[in-house]
């Protein structure tokens, strides 16, 4: 009877190996991986001697937070493990497996509000999910994570990596293709990789490179409110595991927020009440949060050539919050001496400047397209604007003239730019400035 069980365990042991091993060899020839940062970041994270801080968040963190400088100004070593559209339920399973093998003194926890509305069982997509679960070694952890992350109805992507990109085995040419590509140097020896726009530059950090030029922001971005009474349950729970987590474990945590371009914070309206709500949870929990968005001018310099889009930092970016991250951590400088109260103080400390144009297709009750627009500025109050738009291979036309409206409505098909010049309501005092922004 014994002999009969053992046998049977041993079958179903042998055949769960034979499925792990096809599943890989599946993978490999199906899954193109070959300019993944992740694959490369944690494969990084499991060859550290030792992670001292590790910094946890979105993709806004991930090229924000330069190691290779903060390892020198801090005197320890730093890992970047944030990655693209990073969940907290994510960034608490990167903890865990980091703390497998480290003896992590500090995390700084990015939080940023976009992320902040997110419900496990409802997503629809789950590229955030396995870009960070693909990369990590087997464990329960990982494997209850994926449980979690979503409704049953993705428990087979989330499970058989291959089947995710099972129709391309039809397709002819590409698994020859992809195993060239696999089968090199650079691939095999996780060398960094390089994009047009950016580039792996160690330990989890994507170095951008192009700036934005005189606040040349036409984008989405500013549609979405920062409003703490519409916050997930999942997002609020996720925090406080995170939050439990470091305290059972004797971790120092920080609350910190990247930069993010005056332009996004002021769209959305209401960014004070966001601060407001995460002190709230740091105050009850008795830990710091250090939104960097609320620096002064000298520490943090409000400017569009830092970013190489509303949410993004780009390396000269990354390189000045290096200084003043360092600056603030080392005690160089006072938190009270670095920070605004508030983003309202900081925007009045501003001139008067138009950040950009955000936008939102709409459909009309006729079933036309109609694409509302808003001109984002520092000091909408005080301003009045003048629109005119120069399509692409036409001449330039006025829109509309002198107005306190920030809104305004274009021709969807229309691309090329527009330019917003601005001036005091009262009509008094020369025109500021123009600034020209691309219609994509």
């Known amino acids: 009877m ?11 042991l042998l055949f769960i190996t034979f499925l792990f091993i096809i599943g890989k060899a599946l993978r490999y020839i199906l899954n193109d991986d070959t300019e993944s940062y992740t694959r490369i970041t944690y494969h990084e994270m499991y060859e550290q001697d030792n992670i001292d801080v590790l910094f946890l968040g979105p993709s806004h963190c991930m090229h924000s937070f330069d190691p290779s400088q903060l390892d020198n100004k801090l005197n320890m070593n730093t890992f970047n493990a944030a990655s693209s559209s990073q969940a907290l339920d994510g960034s608490l399973l990167i903890l865990k497996e980091a703390c497998k093998y480290n003896d992590i003194k500090h995390v700084y926890l990015d939080l940023f509000y976009n992320n902040s509305y997110d419900i496990h069982k409802e997503r629809t997509q789950m590229t955030n999910a396995y870009i960070i679960s693909d990369y990590l070694k087997p464990s329960a952890d990982k494997y209850v994570y994926l449980l979690n992350a979503s409704g049953s109805e993705h428990y087979a992507n989330s499970f058989i990596v291959a089947r995710r990109c099972w129709k391309k085995m039809f397709e002819p040419g590409y698994i020859p293709g992809l195993l060239k590509k696999k089968n090199t140097e650079a691939y095999r020896n996780y060398e960094y990789v390089k994009h047009e726009n950016a580039e792996y530059a160690g330990k989890g950090y994507i170095k951008n490179l192009p700036s934005v030029k005189d606040w040349d922001f036409f984008d989405t971005w500013g549609w979405v409110p920062a409003a703490p009474e519409t916050f997930s349950g999942d997002y609020k729970n996720d925090l406080k595991n995170i939050i439990d987590y470091c305290k059972e474990h004797n971790i120092k945590l920080t609350l910190i927020s990247a930069p993010t371009s005056n332009f996004c914070l002021t769209a959305i309206g209401d960014y004070d009440d966001y601060i407001a709500w995460v002190r709230s949870v740091a105050k009850e929990n008795g830990i710091e949060y250090y939104d960097f968005n609320l620096c002064k001018e000298q520490y943090f310099p409000s400017t569009s050539e830092y970013f190489i889009d ?11 919050l290096a200084d003043t991250f360092s600056e603030l951590v080392n005690g160089k400088v006072s938190y009270d001496d670095m920070f605004y109260d508030s983003y309202g103080e900081k925007l009045k400390s501003l001139e008067p400047t138009v950040f950009g144009v955000t936008f939102m297709n709409e459909y009309a009750d006729n079933g036309e397209i109609i694409k509302n627009c808003r001109i984002v500025s520092s000091s909408p109050e005080t301003l009045e604007y003048r629109i005119s738009v120069s399509p692409d291979n036409s001449d330039e036309y006025l829109l509309r003239d002198y107005s306190s409206d920030p809104s305004f409505i274009m021709d969807p098909d229309v691309t090329g730019t527009v330019t917003v010049e601005y001036r005091s309501s009262d009509g008094s005092g020369k025109i500021n400035k123009a600034t020209i922004l691309t219609v994509k």
């Open 310 to 320: 509303p949410v993004h930092l780009n390396y000269k970016g990354a390189d000045k």
């Open 2 to 12: 014994k002999y009969n069980v053992f046998k049977y365990m041993l079958t179903i």
